[in-house]
Each structure stands twice: as structure tokens, then as C-alpha cells.
């Protein structure tokens, strides 16, 4: 029951939230081919204390890749496969990546010093070359 008030919660928060200029994800390699590993990096944030990545351009459970906090994931989504994995500071590490995971990437954070966190969200598309 508490991990469903505590994911209410959140959903409320971030649905105040628009999208950031503050923080950007950087795929690594830019254009990935089909079977090689691909690194969403996030830039601009620091001292992560909880992090969401979603497939598509919004916060929806039913997408979430992973819920990620103090730097383990604590709850796998349907949008997650095998292939996923946590990289560092939140990055997102898709390996063997097929061209179905070509498409809009979400990422969520609570960030910062005590004294001043800030949710900051970020979109990218990430393109798939054969």
C-alpha cells in the first residue's frame, strides 16, 4: 500500500512537471546500429536521488522502463526487457538494441542537495540504423 500511495504521489508531481531545459539525455553512440549497446546518458543533474525512464513522452506506468533510487533499481515496468540495464548516474544502457527500440525515451529525476531538489524531466528519440 505504501508503494502505491508513494507512485500516487510522484504521479501528481510529475504531472506539474514540463519538460526541462536544465538536463538532456545524450545517446552514446549517437545513431546506434541494430545489435550494438547504446548509452542514454543524462546530462545536467547531479546527486540523483531517484530516477524514471519510460518508453514514449510521458509519465505512464504501463512504460516504465525502470524506477531507480539512491543508484539500484527498485521496480521494473512493462516497458522493460532483458536487455535493459542501469548505467551511471541514471543512464539507461540498452544492449543488442533492435530497431523496435527506436522512439521517444522519457527520464524523470529528484535531484540536488537537500536544501534544494528539483524534479527535472528530459525526451529524447533515439534512431536506429540497420
Not at 549517437?30 to 531517484?50: A, C
Not at 524506477?67 to 548516474?89: K, P
Request: charged share 20%; aromatic share 6%.
Amino acid at each position: 500500500m505504501a508503494v502505491l500511495l508513494r507512485a500516487l504521489t510522484l504521479a501528481a508531481l510529475v504531472s506539474c512537471l514540463q519538460l526541462s531545459d536544465a538536463i538532456q539525455i545524450v545517446p552514446t553512440p549517437s545513431t546506434p546500429r541494430v545489435g550494438q549497446t547504446v548509452t542514454l546518458s543524462v546530462q545536467g543533474i547531479r546527486d540523483p536521488t531517484i530516477c524514471f525512464w519510460f518508453r514514449g513522452n510521458r509519465f505512464d506506468k504501463g512504460r516504465m522502463i525502470f524506477q531507480i533510487e539512491a543508484g539500484r533499481v527498485v521496480s521494473r515496468g512493462g516497458g522493460s526487457t532483458d536487455r535493459h540495464s542501469l548505467g551511471r548516474d541514471c543512464a539507461l544502457v540498452i544492449q543488442g538494441v533492435q530497431s523496435p527500440d527506436a522512439g521517444e525515451y522519457y527520464f524523470i529525476a529528484l535531484h540536488g542537495r537537500r536544501s534544494g531538489q528539483r524534479w527535472e524531466d528530459a525526451l529524447t528519440q533515439l534512431q536506429v540504423s540497420n
